[in-house]
């Protein structure tokens, strides 16, 4: 059964900061992975999706990579911004017509 | 920009209620999900549909069923709503197989 973990749940950096937000999977035979913001009381915003065949995909300043091997993905956020506060989440989907399974996410505070 | 309408974002019921959640979506996607929220168990997924009058049970059907007459309404029903039920639920669409789950923004049902 694929488990997805999210450590730490919590991380507080100040502005300006560049950070790395880890995922990890247990079973490396993966058909994507999903990265998800969620801002408090609302529903999840997708950000990137990289598919196996895949090492990396970026949007602005976030960059997302993928190691199958190690079961591994991180999420870069470049020069955070007070506004990037929330929950980041990755999700894992097995097959082109499995379910994800969700990480339960990381609290990312940026302090200004 | 994709748009998926949860019509009731706040509702308070009663136990023994039979409550209704509406969702909505406007692409034209195949595929349709009801998923709940709780704090430390992350996204669970209740039922799914891969077209109209289709439905397959997720991972935590039992308490719940699902309704989808047209390609663009999917609807949740707790036919007598429990307190363990008191949840946020996230209906979320897909296009194809494997691409990328888009959510809406979440209906907080209380079951009091």
């Known amino acids: 059964k694929q488990e997805v973990t999210q450590i730490p749940a919590a991380l507080s950096v100040p502005e300006g900061e560049n950070l790395v937000l880890n995922c990890s999977f247990t079973d490396s035979a993966i058909y994507n992975l999903q990265w998800f913001r969620q801002d408090p009381g609302k529903g999840l915003t997708s950000l990137l999706l990289?598919?196996?065949?895949?090492r990396e995909q970026t949007s602005g300043r976030l960059n997302a990579s993928l190691d199958k091997s190690s079961g591994r993905s991180t999420l870069y956020i470049a020069a955070s911004q007070p506004g990037d506060s929330a929950t980041y989440l990755c999700?894992?989907?097995?097959?082109?017509?499995?379910?994800?399974?969700f990480g339960k996410g990381i609290t990312l505070s940026v302090r200004p | 920009d994709v748009k998926v309408t949860q019509s009731s974002r706040y509702l308070v019921k009663r136990t023994g209620e039979k409550v209704f959640l509406e969702c909505v979506q406007d692409?034209?996607?195949?595929?349709m999900f009801w998923y709940r929220q709780d704090p430390g168990l992350g996204l669970r997924l209740i039922y799914f549909s891969y077209d109209v009058k289709m439905k397959e049970k997720g991972d935590i059907p039992e308490g719940y069923s699902v309704s989808r007459e047209k390609k663009e309404r999917f609807s949740l029903i707790l036919e007598s709503a429990s307190t363990n039920q008191t949840s946020m639920y996230l209906c979320a669409t897909q296009t194809g197989s494997g691409n990328t789950i888009y959510f809406g923004e979440g209906s907080w049902l209380t079951v009091v």
């Open positions: 990289i598919q196996s065949s895949q």
């Open positions: 692409m034209d996607h195949e595929n």
């Open positions: 999700a894992v989907r097995a097959g082109a017509n499995s379910k994800l399974t």
